[in-house]
């Protein structure tokens, strides 16, 4: 399976007044990620008997977004720019 990785609008659609860009721009939320579930033929309507499976590879792949954030310590970071914004 191949994916593909960009601004969402360039790799899905233009779609305006997302929640991530909210979050990204006002939120200050330093990452934001739209995450489609699989199958272009099926678009929004999934077959039943692909549910399971699909809810499966979402969470793997949090699970994975999650292992790496937690190894670049990408909470303090933040955490400690947020403190020095808030301190000017």
Do not use: N
Not at 5 to 22: C, F, H, N, P, Q
Not at 52 to 74: K, N, P, R
């Amino acid at each position: 399976m191949q994916y593909k990785v960009g601004i969402s609008k360039d790799v899905l659609y233009g779609a305006a007044g997302t929640s991530a860009d909210w979050a990204h721009g006002r939120g200050r939320v330093p990452y934001c990620y739209t995450i489609e579930l699989r199958s272009y033929e099926h678009k929004f309507d999934l077959p039943e008997d692909q549910i399971e499976e699909c809810a499966h590879e979402v969470f793997m792949c949090l699970h994975a977004f999650m292992s790496y954030f937690d190894t670049i310590g990408w909470q303090t970071k933040y955490m400690e720019e947020e403190a020095e914004e808030d301190e000017s």
